[in-house]
């Protein structure tokens, strides 16, 4: 357990040191022996330097470096000098540690899989060895980009006289929305912590405590059935300020945006970012989260065929639904595999059919085209802009079906067509506004809040309240990067009268309100501040900067798709003992 | 609804600003009407501003006043002009704001208590109305410390070339030590996750991943009996280092200490740091974490005593115990009273019995001095170099038990004197090290490990591992500020077959260090390079730099003693549905 400790990193060596003696710890990535000369490549967090045995002049290190394997730690010392063979490839290539000596600090066994990067092993594999998975290159450099993000985003808040505070983790469960994870309390049996979902009460406590504006990077939790982009543990930059309105949080988080962009990536992006309306979102892209880098827009047919002779668009129409297009541009030559493809799709997506109308040498090819009459025709190529090759997708649905089919058609036309792929180092920011402040959950057959039950209404909608708050905009605001959400937050509500109305439309008797956040509506009796904030998906957001779309990718030590982790086992069973202690027990099935 | 939002912060305003309209943003902390003036002093986080209203010139704005009490939240428009007679005391008193208008944006109830510093409440009731009691200047300035302290680690880690990472919040249960928090899993019905206790694992982990140098500030979990300076969620600055010794990070914590007192305190601090072998530290102060700023050190008279007329001492010396003494110096005046007190205080540290001599005007008071004779009386006073007025303490004893309760005697008799009361700004930063690597766990009756069964054996003890493991010295370090220990670490094994004979020392059996530690144990297979680390406690860290001894102090959200939070209510009951999704029930009793 004794090794000479390094005097340099062997990443950083460069031609400056030629002369120099050195001493390296590292591991060995590879080694070629070639008879009169014996290359190893020792390789550590900062890079990977060459080291050379003249086996004629240090027969002994010859020797002793056959029993040398891949992944060895070893410590080794010589004196630097510049490589015959440049290899101007890597930062350090253009030198070699010519050895004088080196031992072994600590053995490996055969690994189950390579240390390189362009990697078949199942992932399954990977995460089971996450140790050795980590050792790869691609995962080093996530980590360390995330690493930098955390950097950037301490000294920006702090700049902006932001104060860090931590929050509990063991905290009050109000379920709402998703399922909480849950802790007993031994001290207090029967009784149970929840893991918080987000600090979002204590933020605004915060506010009212006057810290003016706060900020955390924190860890949330959430027990959902998960999706392969979700974690139960996620991390959300979150924060809130007070005497702001939503422009003071849009100018700050594009001023985050713009330093991480360039930073980590040398990008200059463009500042104000563009404000869309959650209506003109839905209505244009078909989504909440529009991806603004290409077209590919919705167009609404309902008035053009609502009259047609075309029983599924005239039904809708009576419905109250909505007809409306995308024109997937050149996609006339599409086969009849691919339009079945497409159909099959869209149902995924619960739209019940797809009608397609292609348009090749100046000939039309529909199965609904007898049932609309020429200026029928006309006037939907005219709005679709139709040109030679082109394939329009309708679809005639109930309206936020209709949308949602069409905004997850335009995607996929776009990954079909090799758009997206194009516009892979294309970043485009947006911020959604005005969303509804309220939804109908038809399986509650209530209210329910877009956001959460904090949100502010649009102060020129609080007429509506009363008489038709499914109208009511909310001070909610969503930034989306190419498609994807990356936070969202809102204007709060400071004044307790205006909170006990949102929470009796969301059928929240006064006790329920009270059981639940009883502090919350104390509290905003003792002069609360206007305020607002907003939460970042940390993990969403360096998967953007680092470009992969594997959330798996930039967590260090993720769980699966079924929240088991891998490597350590857990979730496992435990003692009885302990089950005791808490004085809980396992339903017997 | 609507407000007129801040051009400058109260607490900023200074003589420059005089002359400028300026709109405010606050709370009401007072308000003084004199009639011919009235004054309000609006707060902010940074600091407080003098408003002023002239009922001459403005007033429909001194009948607006009428209306306005304490901790209400307004805006204020007006100029600042500079005061008549200053308030030299704070930044802003030598400059008012004259005003023009101002609106309440919310009102207040009557506060519960005060928003002062030297209240009087019950702690009861500031937890209860927690985002009341933060408004206190101290607590402000505690989490914006807090909040200082962050960024000086985030800084200096970065600079230092640490990945800041986050591990797991949701792991494996491995009980050893202390109790972990459970969290029953949905998906995996019947097992369960665990809070960490440390990411003591994870962070080996990485270092075998290659990331060579890993800093986290992470919540930590303990379900253990709460004592009051104990908190079931508490944070820790974690790192871990490769290819390093114990000196790397002695030198890489000296810095931050460092720079963290010079930076919130002003206070230059002497680096190295002082080390002290635990052994040393055990017999001349009693305790593993001594508090070196005062002198009351611990003598031992058995050799003196072994054969006197005192059947307690030469029993405790057949049986191997210990007798020892402190000179409580300048105490031979202590009371009938006093002298039990101190003897009920040994008695809760364990001992059986305390025995006193007082010195006083040249004569011996006590009990025990006739089973003395002549010679042992001068060797005992010549070894306590006791003066005129000076107060032995002799406790006699099993080694361990005598003196853990003369250094709480120690400790108790510098509180009494007013000895700590004068050291309140002086700093003594300490290493214990060379800790031994087990302790007898008589309970279980086997070895147990002194910090955790990762540490290393120094190198030189390796062959007592057979033989004499009590003996073995552990490469483990503990940082002692003023008697109070700040973060404990060490080196840790990298050889997986010294780790398998640990965990045998341990009792751990093949199979049982397989299911709780196998993927470590898998992990030092693949070339694991020396590593050690550290782990701090922030809470403490920050209760030392403000100086406070509630821990309560300085966590914006604290649980009690009994782990309730007060304002939320937490832990609470659940409903059955929520159980009954997790597959557990309550034990009925």
Redesign the interface.
Known sequence: ???R??THKCGELREIHIGKNVIL?G?ISRIRDLGGLIFIDL???WGIAQLVILPETHPHLAEKAKELHS???IWAAGSIRSRENPNPNIPTGFIEVLLDDFEV?????L?PFEIIDDLQTSEEIRLK????D??RPSL?KN??T??RV??II??YF?ENEF???????????T?EGA?????????????????PQSPQ??KQ??M??????YVQIV?C?R?E??RSDRQ??F?QIDLEM????REDIFSLIEGLMKRLWKEILNIDIITPFQKIKYEYAMNTFGSDKPDLRFGLEIKDITEIVKNSGFKVFTDTFNKNGKIALINAKKCGNFSRKQIDELQDFTKKYGAKGLATIKYQNGEIFSPIAKFLNEAEINQIFEIAEVEENDLLLIIADEKHKCLSALGALRLEIARRTGILYNLENIYNFCWIIDFPLFEWDSTENRLSPMHHPFT?PN?EDLQLLDTDPLKVRAYAYDLVINGAEIGGGSIRI??NE?QQKIFKLLGLGEDDANEKF??LL??L??????HGGIALGLDRLVMTLVGTENIRNV???P?TT????L?????????KK??????????KE
């Open positions: 357990m004794q090794f400790q390094r710890n591991w390789r550590d967090r992944e060895y730690v600090i600590n053995k490996s066994e690994p060895y996450r140790y050795l980590l050792r080093q980590l360390i995330r690493h955390y950097q301490h000294q702090d104060v860090e505070i931590e929050t509990p983790v063991l905290m009050k469960s379920p399922r909480d994870f849950l802790v007993p309390s031994r001290l207090n049996k029967g009784k149970f912590y929840a893991l009460i204590f406590i915060l009212i405590s006057g810290f003016d504006r860890k939790f027990d059935d998960l139960p543990e991390t007070s005497f702001i309105k502010s102060i400071y004044d205006i009883g502090f104390d509290a009796r003792y002069g609360a501040p206007p967590i260090a030590f769980k079924s929240g088991l982790s490597m350590d086992g857990s979730p496992s069973f435990v003692d302990q089950l005791d202690e808490l004085g809980i027990q396992l339903i």
